[in-house]
């Protein structure tokens, strides 16, 4: 079965049909890329497959399971966690606490143990700090964990918020031009930390770029968005080659 | 890990150590008699004042709403605290069982409405949640002041009349009497007991702020969007948060009502006025700093109380008259001050050079 299996999805703000017909297929432990223009509709998509829209029409199943129109917090409970376009992070806590904010829901404890510190609050913090730290690790990022967030260098921010979506266990990872505002180099960087993410997490990952190398370079499979609507969809090469998406991206 | 674990700890122990400090100073000067009776009447009321800025803190500087309806909160934890003193006069006689069954009943109440105001609140945000809850505040206020509560053989008898439609039998008493409010309370507030409620107040904060629901209510207030994609449940969270600093206002609400014989909500004790007192201790000794709306309060009446003794000395009635009728108007010329202090190029230039000529800079 497919990890994540889109129908049909649309929706509408006032009279523009901001996405039409949108479907995708993804199967487990695939590198998928979302391209288009701008203002083609993909962070759009990514706000309806995360629950910060409803959408119009249309099925969304991760892992088999019907998540369209549901909240936001469950189906982040179900299994999809996400990054920004613009990061955002939770500047005024501490690297370590920005992880530990995404294990929230998989070590609970009550307030009245959190404030009495009782034998289930010892137990679970002591487990999310030894996951927040092995995140951190996997990220490089363990030497700076008790520094704010927003001291972080702009490429370390984006690394954490892809540690923070990890720490929630999800099925589906989903970034949002990852690359966005960094020179090749970090580029480079970021297109192996997704990998080694994919491999080491056994992960899913879906992701919004316009840096056509990185896109060529990682992605397995590519949909193309122009205005709303699936242009394109197949294997990299081809779509990449494919005259209506060099036409769509630089005109005619 | 363990080095931060023991960070957080030094600096709360410090926080404790400060509240404890103070107690014993205080406590050995009045033994001695060195203290000058209008600062010993101020120990109560630093107490409750430090305990409305610490929980008012939870809600400005960790939820990060601005809240104007403190005193509102504060207003129902000290008459729901009141009127359950007055109830049991008879029944429970032993004033300290009496009085903490009291505390808590305030900051039970307190916390009830903290959740009923919170419901529709806190979808609000920013400048319109400061409105509502101002709203929330003045409404309290002015509904107490028309409550009628009487108490005879054959239970209790409410009106928003007046005392006469209450049609009590004869013999029966009035314990809330509109305006004139509740008179002839028992007065189980002391500094010592003032100073346990702190040091709880402190506990349940701190605590509460580096638990898993701290980091929870921290997250919604750095970034709402992102919190909610990790699956934190906003609208759970800021009620916690809110009610959690509501029971507290209720606390410091209930220590104060029991330290008056008569006790009537005024616009000078519970109106807006006093909301806004409290949020400029918070401000004074900065948003998020617990610490700070500890020392703040304290520090603010020590200085203002100085004053007005001084010019009573000297015999200069009007400055004297106008110090007491314009504490807010010195507020706010503190507040400018710390704006100017924090935040001129200047002044920030002045403090890297003075201050932290020595610390090595944080790392980066």
């Known amino acids: 079965m497919a990890m994540l299996e889109v129908k049909n999805l649309g929706i509408s703000f006032g009279g523009l049909r901001a996405v039409n017909g949108f479907d995708i297929t993804i199967e487990k432990g695939q590198l998928y890329g979302l391209i288009g223009p701008n203002g083609a509709g993909k962070t759009t998509v990514f706000n309806l497959l995360t629950g910060v829209y409803r959408p119009d029409n249309g099925n969304i199943l991760l892992d088999g399971q019907e998540i369209a129109g549901k909240k936001t917090i469950e189906i982040s409970k179900a299994g999809i966690a996400r990054t920004f376009q613009n990061i955002r992070l939770f500047s005024d806590m501490s690297v370590l606490d920005n992880v530990k904010a995404g294990l929230h829901n998989h070590h609970v404890y009550s307030a009245v143990a959190g404030i009495f510190h009782l034998p289930s609050y010892q137990k679970e913090e002591k487990l999310m ?21 927003s001291n972080l260098p702009y490429g370390k921010q984006r690394k954490l918020e892809i540690a923070r979506a990890l720490a929630t266990d999800p099925k589906l990872l989903l970034l949002d031009e ?75 | 890990m363990k080095k931060r674990m023991n ?37 109560v009321p630093f107490c409750y004042y430090v305990i409305l800025a610490v929980s008012l803190n939870l809600t400005v500087g960790y939820l990060g709403e601005l809240s104007l309806g403190h005193a509102g909160f504060m207003c129902v934890g000290a008459f729901a605290s009141v009127f359950f003193t007055k109830c049991m006069e008879d029944v429970i006689t032993v004033s300290l069982v009496r009085f903490m069954l009291a505390l808590l009943v305030g900051a039970l109440v307190a916390a009830l ?16 949640l400061a409105i509502v809850t101002l709203a929330f505040g003045e409404i309290i206020k002015n509904l107490v002041n028309v409550l009628y509560v009487g108490k005879d053989s ?74 909610e994609s990790i699956g934190i449940n906003i609208t759970k969270y800021k009620l916690m948060a809110f009610s959690v600093s509501a029971a507290l206002a209720g606390l410091g609400g209930a220590l104060y009502a029991h330290n008056l014989s008569t006790l009537s909500a005024t616009p000078k004790n519970f109106g807006y006025n006093m909301s806004i007192m409290i949020l400029v201790y918070v401000v004074l000794g ?25 010019f009573q000395m000297m015999g200069d009635n009007v400055v004297l008259q106008f110090l007491s009728d314009n504490r807010m108007l010195v507020y706010a010329i503190l507040l400018i001050a710390l704006m100017l202090f924090s935040w001129s190029p200047k002044a920030i230039e002045w403090r890297e050079r003075v201050f932290h000529k020595k610390q090595p800079k944080e790392a980066e």
């Not at chain 1, 700090?129 to 967030?149: H, P, S, Y």
């Not at chain 2, 000058?36 to 009447?41: D, H, P, Y």
């Not at chain 2, 007065?187 to 007991?193: G, H, L, Q, V, Y």
Request: proline share 3%; hydrophobic share 45%.
């Open chain 2, 286 to 310: 900065g948003i998020g700093s617990i610490r700070g709306s500890v020392i703040a309060p304290v520090v603010l009446n020590l200085v203002l109380d100085y004053f007005l003794r001084k």
């Open chain 1, 129 to 149: 700090n030894e996951k927040a730290m092995e995140l951190l690790q996997v990220f490089e990022l363990e030497g700076e964990a008790e520094i704010l967030a």
């Open chain 2, 113 to 128: 409405f903290g959740v009923l105001i919170g419901i529709p609140v806190l979808r609000l945000r920013g400048d319109y």
């Open chain 1, 178 to 252: 990852p690359a966005a505002g960094m020179n090749p180099n970090e580029t480079q960087s970021l297109m192996d930390m997704i990998r080694f993410v994919r491999d080491h997490f056994d992960m899913t990952i879906l992701l919004i770029e316009h840096d056509m190398r990185l896109v060529s370079g990682i992605c397995e499979e590519l949909s193309v968005l122009n205005f709303g609507e699936v242009l394109a969809q197949g294997r990299t090469e081809d779509v990449l080659n494919n005259p209506q998406v060099i036409t769509a991206y630089l005109g005619e």
């Open chain 2, 7 to 43: 960070k957080t700890a030094k600096q709360n122990a410090i926080t404790y150590g400060i509240v404890i400090l103070a107690y014993i100073i205080m406590q050995s000067m009045l033994m001695t008699g060195h203290i000058s009776s209008s600062l010993s009447g101020l120990l």
């Open chain 2, 154 to 227: 054959s239970g209790l008898h409410f009106s928003i009349k007046d005392a006469m439609s209450l049609g009590m039998e004869p013999g029966g008493t009035t314990i809330i009497n509109g305006p004139q409010g509740i008179t002839g309370i028992a007065k189980d507030s002391n500094f010592t007991i003032g100073i346990v409620l702190v040091l709880l107040t402190l506990f349940i904060v701190l605590r509460l702020i580096s638990s898993r629901d701290g980091r929870a209510i921290k997250a919604i207030r750095d970034n709402r969007i992102a919190a």
